[in-house]
């Protein structure tokens, strides 16, 4: 292994499961030393030995809630005590949550947000102000094609996602004349544990026997990043997908996507 001083470093949070640990690999297969994190201590740790286990780089992790502002300020100390300057930043945090608004949980809810939007905004402040000053990085952030239409039966799930893809696009133009890029990735029904968590199994979505496989999400991400592309929606179908959701009337685009979320479509 080279001398980690000449190896780029990656910080990937969400990195221990699902399509952020898939991102770990591919940033490790590719050159990079990564520190992923995560909110279980026990499960980021065996992420972090199993990524290791593929002797292709430095394996790094840090486990706590990146919902709280504590917890966002301590992940980013960690990283700079790191002594590294961070070469791709990948805001992958979050979770969902399904079920009509006027039933779901409040508090999750407003946690959801709290991971999904203000850990993010936190977190991207904190480490983009050093790239800027470096003038150098590269930035990711895991939006959701969700984010192409209103999403009914996942209503603030969704919301948290159109927040991230604007929020994206909107730093990738404040940065354009800076050595720094920001890219969005927008992937569809993934094979991950979103849906068993976000209690979402007998959704016509969460049945579904085509969800994409992470592996093949992450690497259209870290290609796009690499390539400095604004945004990513993986597979073609995907991108279909979206381009027909985008140019749908809003009513009409939200009627579909219930027909893929509402509690019981499975069936």
Known sequence: MNDIADRPFAVVTGGSNGIGLELAKQFLGN????LIAGEDDPHTADAAGTLAALGQGEVTSWAGDL??????TAFYEAVRATGRPVDALCVNAGFGLGG???ETDLARELQMIDVNVRGAVQLTKLV????????????????????TM???FEAVYG??????????????NELKDTGVTVTVLMPSVTNTNFFNRAEMMDTKAGASG???????????????????????????????MGAIAD?????VAAQVHRGMSEPGSAG
């Not at 927040?163 to 909107?170: C, D, I, M, Q, S």
Request: aromatic share 8%; proline share 6%.
């Open 247 to 251: 140019a749908l009337p809003d009513k």
């Open 67 to 72: 919902g709280r502002e504590d917890a966002v």
């Open 128 to 147: 983009l102000k050093d790239m800027v000053a470096r003038d150098a990085g590269r930035v990711l952030f895991t939006s959701s094609i969700a984010a």
């Open 210 to 240: 085509s969800k994409d496989d992470p592996a093949v999400v992450a690497k259209a991400g870290f290609d796009a990043l690499m390539a400095g592309d604004d945004k990513v929606v993986p597979t073609l179908k995907n991108k279909v």
């Open 150 to 152: 209103p999403d009914p």
């Open 100 to 102: 009509a608004f006027v």
């Open 159 to 172: 919301a948290t996602k159109v927040f991230l893809r604007w929020f994206g696009e909107a730093l990738r």
């Open 31 to 34: 050159g990079f030393d990564v």
